[in-house]
């Protein structure tokens, strides 16, 4: 999509997202702390820690804020391709460690030691993912790790969400072993795969189970975690 139809939706992404997501009982927030939650104790099992996280693709920002809530990070960097999205995101968040570029305004130097995406890469053009990710290899450290979220579209009541939502419509999505072969011909060592939202509120209850389900490919996002090589 291109950045000026990205600008056209700054202002009521978070109304769209939220009418869209209202069939599953829960709103963005309820999905974004859940992301960011369950990458802080996949990276706790690990003993990995970061102290500056990128966020490729943040939208207004509000995920910055949560990496810097969960994931300690002393400093964060959100980009993105909409200048009117950044703008709100400089409005509400930008304080305490926490800054926002597009993607032209930020030269990737080889010093992050997380990076995280949400929901982005069906949106790049397949012919352009490549470069795209390649972006993220360059700014990570040796030994750094990509969270690199896709929605899941093995799961049907994922893809009825984002029949639903005004800027997914024309999305091109990523299966799990397409987005682990993406990152893998890229330089990426992928070395996990995991499955999260199996439940709408209305099986709430069921929810405890969604640890050990992480390996069923149906849940309504997923996860693809990658390292950088050390050397």
């Not at 053009?125 to 969270?147: Q, S």
Request: glycine share 10%; proline share 5%.
């Amino acid at each position: 999509m291109p950045a000026a139809e990205f600008d056209s939706f700054a202002t009521s992404y978070e109304a769209d997202l939220d009418q869209a997501l209202s069939v599953t009982g829960e709103n963005k927030d309820f999905f974004a702390e859940g992301r960011v939650r369950w990458l802080a104790k996949r990276l706790q099992r690990l003993g990995f820690y970061a102290n500056s996280a990128l966020d490729y693709g943040c939208g207004i920002g509000g995920t910055a804020v949560l990496l810097r809530e969960y994931l300690q990070v002393s400093s964060v960097v959100g980009l993105d391709v909409s200048v009117r999205s950044l703008a709100i995101a400089e409005s509400r968040h930008q304080k305490g460690g926490i800054a926002f570029f597009t993607f032209e305004q930020y030269a990737p130097s080889g010093n992050i030691d997380l990076a995280y995406c949400n929901g982005v890469f069906h949106h790049i053009p397949p012919g352009e993912r490549d470069h795209a990710i390649r972006y993220v290899y360059r700014a990570l450290r040796p030994g750094g790790l990509f969270a690199l979220w896709e929605n899941n579209p093995w799961n049907p009541g994922t893809r009825w969400v984002m029949s639903r939502c005004s800027f997914d419509r024309n999305a091109i999505t990523l299966t799990s072993p397409e987005t682990a072969k993406l990152a893998g011909r890229n330089g990426f060592q992928v070395f996990e795969t995991g499955y999260r939202f199996f439940f709408p509120r209305t099986l709430r209850w069921f929810r405890a189970l969604e640890p050990y389900l992480a390996g069923v490919p149906l849940g309504a996002q997923y996860m693809v975690l990658c390292r950088k090589p050390e050397s």
